[in-house]
């Protein structure tokens, strides 16, 4: 049974996460609201990536609970799968391919009828501002523009939630702009709610409507981004100065191409 309008999209009680003795999440409670852009930050080895991971069903929980669309995690595993889109850390695009060719694989990947493959993959690529193009090989994308294209791919089957894992690591200002853009756009578009993990403060401060902030697999903060500043007691305290005084560490990314993103995401995987 999906939730209602009125529900939360997304929902967890107690999850937890565990690898031998190590506690990856440590029973993690918290809500998405329909049309929310929810954000997780912390530093490496908080938890977040096993978070999501968990959450698009890559990776069983070890007790806990949680819900997507109403469908449980445990119970409804294929039915969660159809409700959610999942833009990963790691490259997730076919360099040697087109970016129309990359999202014809997946509109037949996400069962699209035929019929409505073309117009689906002409929307995407409308919307995401690649439609010029469309026809290049993705080797050669900058990063912006496989960010684009990966984040097309995802929204092809109109996902209820969609979950963003460092969606701008590796980007310059310009590239990681544009793709904030587009992010801001996906709500309005197409519905969407989004949970994203970064380690940009600046990123979740423009994007996000609440942030948990994450430290050793449990949350230690959550809220709006101006209530969590607000916390600090502070005059003029950012988000940087909140993920210190609740994670007590700084952090820091940069970047460019295809290759030169693909090599920082695949060092930023690791060392989650």
Not at 123 to 148: C, H, P, Q, T, W
Not at 233 to 239: C, I, Q, R, Y
């Amino acid at each position: 049974m999906s939730s209602s309008s009125s529900s939360p999209i997304l929902r967890t009680q107690e999850l937890t996460r565990r690898f031998g003795e190590f506690t990856a999440v440590d029973r993690l409670t918290l809500s998405v609201e329909p049309g929310e852009i929810f954000g997780l930050i912390g530093p490496n080895g908080a938890g977040k990536t096993t978070t999501i991971k968990m959450l698009t069903t890559l990776l069983p929980p070890t007790s806990g609970e949680a819900t997507i669309a109403g469908y449980d995690l445990r119970r409804d595993p294929a039915e969660v799968r159809r409700s959610i889109g999942y833009v990963p850390q790691l490259i997730s695009a076919d360099a040697q391919v087109s970016g129309y060719e990359n999202l014809w694989v997946f509109a037949r990947l996400y069962s699209i009828p035929r019929a409505e493959r073309e117009v689906r993959i002409r929307d995407a690529l409308e919307f995401m501002g690649l439609s010029g193009v469309a026809d290049e090989l993705v080797k050669n994308y900058s990063g912006g523009m496989i960010r684009r294209l990966e984040i097309a791919q995802a929204l092809m089957h109109r996902p209820r939630v969609l979950f963003l894992d460092e969606p701008t690591v590796g980007l310059d200002p310009l590239a990681r702009d544009a793709v904030w853009e587009q992010i801001e756009r996906l709500r309005g578009h197409y519905g969407t709610s989004l949970m994203l993990t970064t380690h940009y403060m600046e990123e979740a401060d423009r994007l996000c409507e609440r942030i948990a902030v994450m430290h050793r697999g449990k949350v230690v903060a959550l809220g709006t981004p101006a209530a969590l500043k607000a916390s600090l007691g502070a005059p003029n305290a950012t988000l940087q100065d909140v993920f210190t005084k609740y994670a007590g560490e700084e952090v820091e990314m940069a970047g460019g191409g295809y290759r030169e993103a693909g090599r920082t995401r695949r060092v930023a995987v690791r060392l989650e």
